[in-house]
């Protein structure tokens, strides 16, 4: 392989290049140290099995290529006095981010024990994959990132995440031609429709094809040029190709690739913010080809390993017990010539470091990628502005997302000069009921428009494609840039970024432990058009287990609501949207809904997570009450009520207590989770020893998940959604999971002591009632009167 | 937008247009029925309000789209003899693909209650989104169809799992425009580089761009025609266009544009299967561009409708309350001149009918759509044929997936001609020990190959690609066409597909309670690489979380296994590939694992699920022991075994049962699960009263919540992963987890009464192993020598 690029001249002097490959070279050598060297750091003794980690974990693989678009975006930042971030996707090269931002400083700045000396190098390369050290890949502890490198697809929606809103940013993405596989990132190559030349940053995406993954060749990189260009231009871009394994070669070609791009974006942002051209422009993309594990060793036991898969971790193995291996990677590193680039205290000689840029434009120090230091508080109005009246509860209905929506479009309208609030969902904006925003702001589009298209805008911040993982992965990127926003979603497809969000709650968890990562915005999930409410797209539209997903994971950063109406909805948004590092999820219905509580009693309630609706229960207050009816999320409230009045009605001596739970982690022990009620509180609520009749939204379990440890839990009786999903009416939903208000009543009849025999006729009542359901629907195909037409009439 | 495609000439005469025109208007006809009517199905009367459907629920906008599609492709079938399956896509057109298995007879032999009458088409028009009904997308009850339409992207990796080892069929793919803007549908597309065009069937892509979704244009449909050329050929295809919306044009362009790729891929496969043709060819693609909500409603309240997303769902909302919706619905529907169209009794008459085929190669009665019928039992060998010999438990280790490899190999060459068994996995076969099968068969591999490259072979059944996304859809398609397949993947990643699997499971509770769906080979996942040994790749490749995610689902199709060793891998694999209609999950390590128990001893166990291993324990079988030490998973079964002898050997007195669970829906009442067990059965294994300290594979709460209702359930104390992951090594992340042996022996003397006191230094003597570990591990960086040079020696 020679090295080409379609630009024939080259930019570079031949200092200049000498000092770009020193600087390459060191990066690798660093990168090389971290894999295999626990001490002897400079090679200032022969190379001896003991300087070795005991056990080598690592990625060699990617690292000279990240190395080499570190290197050349050093150069690019300073000689053009860029503000630039990276996002890295094939983040299993760790060590070399880590190299280059401890040469830059930025890694000393950071973590001040890591010194720029031979003592630090030491403690570098240590500190690598090691108990109790930092991860083999790009991490929350790596300065400079915003993108964690373990699951692969999500680095090109990260970077138009983060270039969205930041005018003045260059954002370039590595991105791997194994992640290049994946369907996150092949979805996400349609963000160049979304993004504004005017308004919003660029993207330049690298498109790095060293040939391999694991084990095998990548479809990308074994296609011919002409059908990979073809692809490329497709995706609306337009390739420029570096490709070589001479060094002095590509350093020419990608230095005057670097500069062909950043003077193509430097263009089309001229043109379209000084000259109002509309057209979608064709932004540029490199594609560069280097071997996989360039520079390492050709030959391991007689096998090829550089430029094979078999150079994607460790290329020698056994260099403790090989002494062919010690010696191999003896001369592996000194074959970067370490003399030349290192002085004898370890620090970076400053021919390495000419290309570095200043200060906070360094890849590894830029604000941007610590968003904590750039978010503000986001405007929010006082919520009595649209809060819904209620005079008496149950009065009204409301549909609760539709409330929001006007709460929404209050933000975008204040943040419309510092644009950093965007509402992005999978084509569902309107369909879950926030379409108010778009009076604030139109849907972001920069394809072609047609005459009878609505709401879209070049500059909008409502952002909608069908695909949740890029919605996703544009929100992360945004958030983690230091801006705000908001994700609605159908209630079943959020499943789909299951694995997303999980990178993204762990990440929360390790950068909340790092005291120089300033807080994030929350990521925000409005979870709507739920299971209950399915009426015409039934089974395959019905999942609330999104929930569970989420209270498996590290409880410091998640945090569950399901408001009851369209005032506790408010309050929890208001509350969300002000957090910091957590991942919020708000289940809601679209739906009317009767409205229940007062704004200041939404949000007294919604501040406590949980309380007594006396107003709905018929406790006297002497003495504890027979039962209690909990309930937690829209449509097990509604039906809770509605049992409280049956029982109200025909069995007016029983004392009910009505609970609504609306911070669903409140039901944890309080050492397991930061919500979580004392013993002493739980009691309180539901009692130690009285049945407890709880209907939830989601899967029935999990609430007994939640509060085995309870001295209650044996009295504790759960009604949820058991998997009978169908195309039906709402009522008839809840009659087939049992969470109806006539099996809520039996519930009751059948765990107070005593009362089955003497509630016997009340109880054959529901079952009476369940059978006209049945034989109602199946004739009519709509709902009982009795029930389509029910009021609140305490 | 007047019609055009690239093809001039017209293979359609006068008499077959008019008749292709009448089976698409019929098509049409009764689309609009099912979505609006309740009686009156031929209009024999004036539409009144009453004949309407009192909850109108369904999708008008993709269905005359699809419904041009079946016309076109029975006539293809017809005309060639084809063998031909197609996947819906756009599966919101539900009432389109039901309403042309109406037509051809199809619907009425699978549902013989819905004839082909009057009678019969009123209960098609009843029962469409209608509770107790058919749902409102393509679906499990829908003939012909492998392929739910409720969650978007899967319809292209479908439709080359069907392909697959099946030379003689077409499978067409309908894809919406919509869909083509996730993830998993844009990783798809490269799936024509692993469909071998001698041994697999042809898949044919039909982009059907109406030009947008519910509310929203779509990206590809405002991509310049020459950049979506550049795009699709990218993807590797050869787009034709038929793009139009009056009738009798798009008829003829349509027909051409069928014949074409007809003709091509015949071409395509002649020349690799009789001359030897080895270049991957270009497959053809037909991008088909009609308005959405074509032939409805122009206008409603003054708004446009056809060719816009407000033709989406139901064109005319208020039909029953306005006389001017309901006198538009009437004209709609006699604009198809259903006169002509069914005969006074209402069946279809023979003019509608010439272009369908015969019996089996109709698209709504094609075995391959029922793959049950298809399928047959795998050759499975003895299991002592690969089988480790275990003298005495632990004195041996084994990787177990490589030994899973050895029998999978044999199966691969055992199905080397019939070609019904394939392996997929996202670039981790051999990183998951499972390599021996390239023995049996290379990768699936049609791209460029390399001198240096390993197993890659274009006939292969070993599928590698990185994308579970495109693995998940390939084998789903795969086994629903009835053949059978494992897929290997990364505990923690497999989240990437939990929405993917939801839809699956779905689709298997619903087809078990379908008669006439005859069972299909289960979906096996091997789940590997798991939480407790990610020792370089840490806390982003950790989360045990997916057998939570599905224990939510349908208990009757899914099984979770978490065999302790290699000879219980093998019993629990022999298992799973033998059973029909199930998930079934297989936890199990590939690193080296103590071999537990005989193949013999494994069987047994692994029939019971669960069980006393009493060789491991210390009970005297007099009386009830003190307490019991269960596990579950490879990892949390070394850590017990290990307990139970520190036990043994410090408080010899104690009389401690170890009880091992592979089956872990067996903790689940009976009532809940079909694996679960009696209270009598649990309270034998685990007593009602005594002490269990629980070591779990994955999140400990999720043992609580199988067990809650127990009688001992109070006495039950389970330790697990609780998210304290990292990158180091393999005991330190059971030490951060609380799971190792001197946790679990603290746990044991903590719990059994008396014993605190009685056990203080042997407690003490735990405390200082764990403080000694800390320190040693920060010293060396590997695990202490008497924890990994540990052997059983009971």
Redesign the interface.
């Known amino acids: 392989m020679r090295a080409h690029s379609q630009q024939v001249s080259s930019p570079l002097s031949g200092e200049e290049l000498r000092r770009l490959d020193a600087h390459w070279r060191a990066a690798n050598y660093l990168s090389v140290g971290q894999i295999y060297l626990?001490s002897n750091p400079l090679l200032t003794e022969p190379l001896r099995a003991e300087h070795v980690?005991?056990?080598l974990?690592?990625h060699w693989g990617t690292s000279p290529g990240l190395n080499l678009v570190y290197t050349h975006l050093n150069r690019l930042i300073r000689s053009r006095g860029l503000q630039a971030l990276c996002i890295w996707g094939p983040g299993h090269g760790g060590p070399a981010v880590v190299a280059n931002s401890w040469l830059e400083g930025s890694y000393t700045e950071t973590y001040p024990d890591i010194t720029r000396d031979a003592a630090g190098m030491a403690r570098l390369f240590r500190q690598f994959?090691?108990?109790?050290?930092?991860?083999?890949?790009v991490?929350p502890e790596t300065p400079g990132s915003i993108h964690?490198?373990?699951?692969?697809?999500y680095a090109l929606s990260h970077a138009y995440g983060a270039a969205f809103d930041n005018p003045g940013l260059l954002v370039t993405c590595v991105i791997g031609d194994?992640?290049a596989?994946?369907?996150?990132?092949?979805?996400?190559?349609?963000s160049n429709?979304f993004l504004d030349p005017v308004r919003d940053g660029a993207v330049l995406p690298i498109l790095h094809l060293n040939g391999y993954?694991?084990?095998?060749?990548?479809?990308l990189s074994?296609?011919?040029e002409s059908?990979?260009?073809?692809?490329?231009?497709?995706?609306?871009h337009e390739p420029i190709h570096v490709t070589g394994d001479e060094p002095a070669a590509v350093h020419r070609a990608m230095a005057q690739a670097m500069d062909t791009t950043a003077d193509r974006i430097a263009a089309v942002q001229r043109a379209a913010r000084e000259e109002g051209e509309m057209e979608r422009p064709r932004w540029p993309l490199i594609v560069l080809r280097t071997p996989k594990g360039w520079t390492g060793p050709a030959e391991v036991d007689g096998l090829?390993v550089e430029?094979?898969w078999r150079a994607h971790?460790v290329p020698l193995s056994a260099v403790r017990d090989n002494p062919d291996h010690l010696r191999q990677l003896e001369e592996w590193l000194l074959s970067y010539r370490p003399q030349e680039l290192f002085d004898e205290h370890g620090a970076p000689r400053p021919d390495v470091l000419t290309c570095v840029p200043d200060d906070a434009r360094r890849l590894g120090s830029t604000p941007h990628a610590n968003g904590g230091l750039l978010v503000r508080e986001l405007p929010l109005p006082p919520l009595e502005r649209f809060a819904v009246p209620v005079d008496k509860p149950g009065a009204n209905l409301h549909e609760p997302t539709r409330v929001l929506g006007d709460l929404l479009e209050y933000v975008m309208r204040e943040t419309a000069g510092r644009r950093d609030f965007r509402v992005v969902g999978p084509?569902?904006?309107?369909?879950n009921r926030l379409q108010a925003v778009y009076a604030a702001s139109g849907?972001a589009?920069q394809?072609?428009?047609?005459e009878?298209?609505e709401h879209?805008d070049r500059h909008g911040r409502v952002m909608?494609?069908?695909?949740?993982?890029?919605c996703q992965g544009w929100l992360e990127g945004y958030l983690l840039t230091g801006r705000h926003g908001l994700f609605s979603c159908y209630e079943?497809?959020v499943?789909?970024v299951?694995?997303m969000v999980?990178?993204h709650i762990?990440w929360l968890?390790?950068t909340r432990r790092l005291p120089w990562r300033a807080p994030i915005a929350s990521l925000n999930y409005l979870l709507t058009s739920h299971v209950w409410r399915q009426?015409?797209?039934?089974?395959?539209?019905q999942?609330p287990?999104f929930v569970?997903?989420i209270l498996?994971?590290?409880p410091e950063a998640v945090r569950v609501y399901l408001p009851p109406d369209a005032n506790t909805l408010l309050s929890v948004a208001d509350h969300a949207l002000r957090s910091r590092d957590y991942v919020n999820v708000i289940v809601a219905g679209k739906q009317p809904c009767f409205d229940w509580l007062t704004m200041e009693e939404a949000r007294v309630h919604c501040a406590r997570g949980a309380g007594i609706w006396d107003w709905a229960g018929t406790e006297d207050g002497t003495r504890e009450p027979d039962a209690v009816l909990a309930c937690a999320g829209d449509v097990p409230t509604q039906e809770v009520l509605a049992a409280a009045q049956l029982l109200r009605h025909h069995l007016p001596e029983l004392a009910v207590r009505v609970v609504n739970v609306v911070d669903i982690a409140r039901l944890l022990p309080s050492e397991e989770h930061p919500h979580g009620m004392s013993d002493f509180e739980y009691n309180g609520l539901f009692t130690p020893d009285k049945p407890v009749v709880f209907a939830y939204h989601g899967?029935p379990?999990?609430i007994?998940?939640l509060a085995?440890r309870r001295t209650g839990?044996q009295h504790l009786h759960v009604r949820g959604y058991k998997?009978m999903?169908?195309?039906?009416?709402p009522f008839?939903m809840v009659v087939r999971n049992d969470l109806d208000r006539y099996r809520l009543v039996m519930d009751v009849i059948d765990r107070v002591p005593g009362l089955a025999v003497r509630a016997a006729a009340v109880r054959q009542g529901m079952e009476d009632a369940r059978l006209r359901h049945h034989a109602y629907?199946?004739e009519?195909?709509?709902d009982l009167p009795e029930v389509a037409d029910w009021t609140w009439d305490g």
Chains 1, 2 share one sequence.
Not at 129 to 137: A, D, Q, T
């Open positions: 626990m980690k005991p056990r974990l690592g994959s090691f108990p109790g050290g930092v991860p083999s890949h991490a964690e490198g373990g699951e692969l697809g194994g992640e596989e994946t369907g996150p990132l092949a979805a996400s190559w349609h429709k993954k694991i084990a095998n060749p990548t479809v074994r296609l011919p059908e990979l260009d073809e692809l490329l231009k497709g995706y609306g090829s430029g094979t971790q084509d569902e904006t309107a369909s849907k589009w394809a072609r428009t047609l009878v298209d879209l909608e494609i069908l695909s949740e993982h890029t079943a497809f499943h789909i299951d694995s999980n990178q762990k968890r390790v009426d015409h797209n039934g089974f395959s539209h999942d287990g569970d997903h498996n994971k590290s899967y379990w999990l007994h998940r085995y839990h998997e999903g169908t195309t039906t009416t008839d629907i199946r009519h195909g709509v």
